[in-house]
């Protein structure tokens, strides 16, 4: 993806250097524009040394080309290049000659020469005297407001200790939230939705003890985020102590979460929701057992040999009861042992479109951790309980397989 990262005059200019770094490692091309007040708080050719191929000042679009292959008008040929445009952090001055039009420098030029088919992020950044000031205040409204940029985002800023010490809104949002949203924001919608569950669910014992699994939630984290890109709706259904990476997409225009701690939560969530989807993925590591849970502290006096335990419910079973003809469903299996005869008995009892079976492993006694909390892992994955494929595959891999194997 062509990334252009506009940088504007305000101190926390220097986190786009992380900005930068974080998208060029993850193996976008970047292009910096620097306004003058950028200027005043970073240099141009550290983003050179962490990977931009380039970086341009506001005074160099009446500089070109200087060379033989340069383009004959920059902010006319950025525009081109660009599949996303950043705008980080966006100070007041710039926000007020942006929503007038202005063409004052390169950075304006080329956010009037966007396609309108391009997306364009804005973070702001400012005192919090000034982000509430009447005028400002007025100038998002007409950012958001304008009818030829369908495509514009104004993501929120952060409340905190500002760099005058003051406290309040203003802070420009987290590298990773910036990164996140840039990777995963478009401007289209296709039409399609997802609801996807994700993380362990707990299985109280008493007041204070439960049972739970390591999962993380990292599949469906990264399930989401290729599904944002790809331009669908995504609501998730994540167990309390899934990764908090989902936060950094709070204010994605199509997606949502909720949060819920036991199965019981879980299966009523899902239930609740899931005729108003597409497709139903189940990454989640959901307990299947249940406790008679005690009042208060189970003492250890009062502790037998054995735990009385139950069957809890069994939310993909209860999803397919209620499938309407034309939705998809993703089941997953977490395996100890990975056999085709086993993941054709969780076809019969769960027949599902795709069947997706981890090897997993705990971590217990010594042995390797496997399938929860890690990058990589095993898998076997049975397609309309007819084909078989296995893999050894990165997470982010597997999100791209899933969802290339639901639009076939």
Known sequence: ????????????????????????????????????????FVVPEVYRYLGATAVYSSGDDFQYPKNENDAPVLHVDLAKW?????????????LSRLVHGEASDL?????????????????????????NHPFVRENFDRLEKLKSLPQLLLHPTMSGELACGDHGEGKLAEVKTLSEMTETYSAKNNGRSILLTAGATLSPLDSVRFLTNPSSGKTSYLLAKEALQKGYVVHVIAGKNATNDFEHLTHHPLFSIER???TEEMNRAVLSKVENYDNYITPAAISDIKFDLS???LKKEKMTEALAIRKDEDVLSNVLKIKKDKQKIVGFAAEAELTKEI??????????????GTL?????????????NVDQAEYMILKDGIEFESYNMEKNQLASFILERLEQ
């Open 260 to 262: 819920v701690t036991t």
């Open 107 to 131: 950075l304006s030029s080329v956010f009037l020469a966007i396609p309108q088919d391009k997306p364009i992020l804005v973070f702001p950044a400012m005192n919090t005297q000034m982000l």
């Open 343 to 356: 993941m054709l008995d969780k076809y019969r009892r769960k027949p599902v479109d795709l069947l997706v």
């Open 82 to 94: 660009a599949d996303r445009f950043v705008l980080a952090p966006l100070s007041a001055n710039t």
């Open 360 to 372: 997993v492993n705990s971590g217990a006694n010594g042995k390797e951790q496997k399938g929860f």
């Open 295 to 297: 009042e208060g502290k």
């Open 1 to 40: 993806m062509n990334i252009l990262l506009g940088v504007t005059g305000s101190i926390s200019a220097y986190k786009t250097l992380d900005l930068a770094r974080d998208l060029v490692k993850k193996g976008h091309q970047v292009k910096v524009i620097l306004t003058k007040g950028a200027e005043k």
